[in-house]
C-alpha cells in the first residue's frame, strides 16, 4: 500500500469520529483518576491482561504463584464485559472509577500491554510490565514506516520510564526489547510465566480441556488456527478486523478437527462466521489450555509460534501475504531460514501437509530443535516462581 493510501484510510472520517469518541471517554477517565490525591498505597495487586478483556496471559499465572506465597496481599484483576475475576481476586471493569482508584492506590502493577496515556506512577509502586509475547515482526520504535507522532512517543517513553521490571522469556528478547521499547530498565530473563502450564499439565487436563471446547473422541487429531492481526486490515470505524485464509468450508482429512482462534485484537469485529466449519475458540478464555488441546498449530507471523513449540507438537505456517508483510512490518530475524515448520502460501497446501504431518515432523526436527534452543530453553514450568521471587520478595 503506498503511503498515500495508508494517510487516506487512517484518516477516513469514521475513522477520526472513532477516535474522538474514545479520545473523549478517556480525557473523562483522566479527570476522574486521581494518583496525585494517593496518601499511602494499599497492599493489594492490580493485575491487567490486554484491557480486561482477557484474564490470562503472563499476568495470570503470576497471579497463580503470588496467591501461593503472599496471602498478605489483596488481589484485584481488571475486567471487560466478558471476562470475570479469578477465584482469590476482586474484579473491576476496565475503565471504571473502581478501576483508576486501583490504579492509583495498588502498591503492585502488573500489565501485559500498558496503561493508558494519562497513567502516572505513584511513588513507591512497583510495575512490572510481562509484556505478550516473543516478536518476529518488529516492535514499537523498531517499525519500519510507522508515522508514529510525537505524543505517541512521548507516551512509550513515560510508559517504559515507568517499568521497574520487564520480563523476557529468552536470551534474544533481552536483546531486541531495550530498542523497540525505548527501555533501559531492568530485564528479568525468566522465561515465560504464561507457558509453565505447558510442561506440568497432564493427561487429565488435556482431556478435561478437548471436551469442554466439544471434543470427546481422544483420537481426534486438533489443528488450532490462529492467524495474528494485520496492520492493513481495519473496518471503516477503525477496528482491526478478523483474518483468515482458509476456506469457510473447507474439509479436513478424516480424524481431523480445526478450531479457530482470533487474536485480541480482532475481538471488536469478530464474527462466528470466521471461523466456519472450524470450532470457534477466538473467546475462550486461556490460549495457554488450547495449546494443550491442540495436536498440530497452524499461524502465520503470531508469537503463539514461540510458545507453541514449547510442546513439542508441530507447527505449520500459512502466510500468502508474507512478502508485503516482512516489507511493511519487518522481521527481527530470517523466518524462512529458521521457521520451525514449512511456509505454506493457500489452503490447498495446509490439506497436503496435513496427510503427511508425521514425514513434516521428521523432515523439521533439526530446525525445530534449533528453535527451541534459540526461544525455549528457560521454559521449564518454574518461570512464575523465578518472576515471584525477583518481584515479590
Not at 293 to 301: E, G, N, W, Y
Not at 380 to 393: S, Y
Request: one cysteine or more.
Amino acid at each position: 500500500m503506498s503511503k498515500v493510501s495508508r494517510l487516506i484510510k487512517t484518516y477516513s472520517p469514521s475513522r477520526i469520529a472513532g477516535a474522538l469518541r474514545r479520545r473523549g471517554g478517556q480525557y473523562l477517565r483522566k479527570w476522574q483518576y486521581r494518583p496525585q490525591a494517593t496518601k499511602s498505597l494499599k497492599n493489594q495487586v492490580l493485575f491487567e491482561s490486554f484491557q480486561g478483556k482477557v484474564i490470562g496471559d503472563n499476568p495470570f499465572d503470576v497471579f497463580v504463584e503470588l496467591k501461593q506465597v503472599r496471602p498478605d496481599l489483596k488481589f484485584v484483576w481488571a475486567t471487560g464485559p466478558n471476562t470475570t475475576a479469578p477465584e482469590g481476586s476482586v474484579g473491576v471493569r476496565f475503565g471504571s472509577r473502581e478501576w483508576l482508584d486501583a490504579l492509583a492506590t495498588s502498591k503492585y502493577l502488573v500489565n501485559n500491554t500498558n496503561w493508558p496515556w494519562y497513567f502516572r506512577k505513584v511513588p513507591g509502586q512497583v510495575y512490572l510490565q510481562t509484556w505478550h509475547g516473543t516478536p518476529l515482526k518488529r516492535l514499537g520504535r523498531e517499525i519500519p514506516n510507522n508515522n508514529l507522532t510525537k505524543s505517541y512517543l512521548d507516551t512509550m517513553d513515560r510508559e517504559a520510564l515507568a517499568w521497574d521490571y520487564l520480563i523476557s522469556p529468552n536470551g534474544f528478547c533481552t536483546q531486541v526489547f531495550p530498542g523497540a521499547f525505548g527501555y533501559q530498565g531492568k530485564i528479568i530473563e525468566t522465561g515465560y510465566p504464561r507457558n509453565d502450564r505447558l510442561t506440568t499439565s497432564t493427561a487429565a487436563d488435556r482431556e478435561r480441556i478437548r471436551r469442554s471446547i466439544g471434543i470427546t473422541d481422544p483420537s481426534t487429531i486438533v489443528v488450532m488456527y490462529a492467524p495474528t492481526w494485520r496492520d492493513y486490515k481495519r473496518s471503516a470505524t477503525g477496528n482491526w478486523e478478523s483474518v483468515t485464509f482458509m476456506d469457510e468450508n473447507i474439509e479436513l482429512p478424516a480424524g481431523f478437527q480445526m478450531i479457530y482462534r482470533g487474536h485480541t485484537n480482532t475481538h471488536a469485529a469478530h464474527k462466528t462466521q470466521v471461523a466456519g466449519q472450524a470450532i470457534d475458540v477466538t473467546k475462550y478464555p486461556d490460549v495457554t489450555e488450547l495449546y494443550l488441546a491442540a495436536d498440530v498449530l497452524i499461524t502465520d507471523f503470531s508469537s503463539v509460534m514461540f510458545d507453541y513449540t514449547v510442546t513439542g507438537k508441530p507447527i505449520l505456517f500459512l502466510a500468502p501475504d508474507l512478502e508485503r508483510y516482512r516489507e511493511e512490518r519487518g522481521f527481527y530475524f530470517d523466518f524462512e531460514a529458521e521457521a520451525p515448520g514449512p511456509i505454506l502460501a493457500s489452503d490447498t497446501q495446509v490439506l497436503e501437509a496435513l496427510n503427511r504431518i508425521d514425514q513434516i515432523s521428521n523432515d523439521y526436527h533439526g530446525k525445530y530443535r534449533a528453535w527451541q534452543q534459540k526461544f525455549n530453553a528457560l521454559e521449564d514450568g518454574h518461570a512464575a516462581k523465578r518472576v515471584v521471587e525477583i518481584v515479590f520478595n
